[in-house]
């Protein structure tokens, strides 16, 4: 009974075997390994200072194995650092630890780890917009766009993977490409207030001071406690009424 949830191996994912799924499992070797105890003591006393001392060993054991592996688990870094050692060709744990990289802002090997990724499984979506954000973050636009493009032809459902591409246009100042993956974040996720914001901005570098206006007041509204917002707002607002003044028009 408490192995049935690991049973359907197609649904747990890419990560079928790990540890995690032996907590509920090992019940019943527990309650096994009791019984036997028990049995064994029942039916040969003498026999249970012997046991006792196996089980104080192999308690000591395996504490000692937690106890070591509890340094592994002291962050993302030190896990898929020793996770990469042992599955060296595993894209999902280049991926994990190319991100533990990038949090370190260990950007060149970080990028180096996300094309490895990449190379073992290409069509890993996260591999391309993580590497995309280190790109992004080391000055290498284009080659972060590039791969910006790669991750929303991946996965097009997915709002902050055309949200970060949007941020990378708007860098090389592309406002019209900016636009479209803008909108298309804020469609797929309505309440994404930094999209909202971004898109305002695209439309006032493009003259549209109205639709500019609109998003600003999303963002503002999704957000009120972000003073940003409520000045990007202020500011379109102020160059609408300057346009629509007298003399302003020239």
Do not use: C
Request: glycine residues 4%; without cysteine; negative net charge.
């Amino acid at each position: 009974m408490p192995l049935l949830p690991v049973f359907y191996i197609q649904g747990l994912g890419s990560n079928a075997f790990t540890e995690r799924y032996l907590y509920l499992s090992s019940v019943g070797f527990v309650a096994i390994l009791a019984m036997l105890l028990t049995r064994i003591g029942a039916m040969a006393p003498q026999g249970t200072t012997v046991l006792t001392v196996l089980l104080v060993l192999l308690t000591g054991l395996y504490s000692s194995g937690t106890i070591k592996r509890n340094a592994v688990w002291k962050s993302d870094y030190t896990l898929f650092e020793d996770t990469l050692r042992k599955s060296p060709d595993s894209a999902i744990t280049h991926e994990k630890f190319a991100t533990a990289l990038l949090e370190r802002n260990e950007l060149d090997e970080s990028i180096k780890h996300y094309r490895a990724a990449i190379t073992l499984d290409y069509s890993y979506e996260d591999s391309h917009t993580n590497l995309a954000i280190a790109l992004y973050r080391k000055g290498l636009i284009d080659q972060a766009i590039e791969e910006g493009r790669v991750a929303v032809t991946l996965n097009p459902n997915f709002p902050e993977t055309h949200f970060n591409l949007a941020q990378q246009l708007a860098d090389r100042q592309l406002w019209a490409e900016a636009v479209q993956e803008y909108r298309t974040a804020v469609s797929l996720d309505p309440n994404f207030a930094d999209a909202h914001n971004g898109l305002a901005f695209s439309y006032a570098m493009t003259g549209s001071v109205d639709k500019a206006i609109e998003h600003f007041e999303a963002a503002r509204r999704l957000a009120p406690d972000n003073p940003m917002y409520q000045k990007n707002l202020a500011r379109a607002l102020k160059m609408k009424q300057d346009s629509s003044e007298p003399g302003r028009n020239r």
